[in-house]
């Protein structure tokens, strides 16, 4: 099954919107395989966001991400990654349709409030950044059938 890394943001936490955030991927439907709290380091920070770093919103980016704690988890279920950027909406708040997180609860590009992968194979190189195999679990849920068929 597609797993995704998704960080609640430091706005997020700061904002006491880690519950309502993952009541959406809950209600989704995905499948929750790991969680932990944890404030990233500049290192880890600087890793992540890789890709971005000849962007000049670079150093902005990870401020923002190092700047308080955050939640990180790994969700599961057919096609994951673009269920749960669906959920997440635009990177632009305002661009982002009502009825995702970004639509509903947020309002600038720099406070987005949730990361989620963006590909399949970016999402195993994520996951593994952030947990240890050990740190996944493997689970039944009893919904699972009414969910996926
Ligand atoms: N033009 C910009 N100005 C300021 N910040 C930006 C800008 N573009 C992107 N960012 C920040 O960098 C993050 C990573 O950008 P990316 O293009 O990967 O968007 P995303 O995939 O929607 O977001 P994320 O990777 O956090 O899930 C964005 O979530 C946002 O916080
Ligand atoms: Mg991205």
Redesign the pocket.
Known sequence: MEQTLI?V?PDGVQRGLIGAIIGRFEQRGLKLVAMKFIQMSRTLAETH?A??KE????N??VE??TSGPVVAMVWAGKDAVAAA?AT?G???PVAAAPGSIRGDFAM?????L?????SPENAVNEVNLFFTPEERVTWNRLTDSWIQE
């Open positions: 960080l943001k966001y890709v971005h962007r000049p919103f670079y902005s980016l923002y991400i950027r997440i635009a990177t632009n600038e590009i720099g406070r987005n949730v990361h989620g992968s963006d």
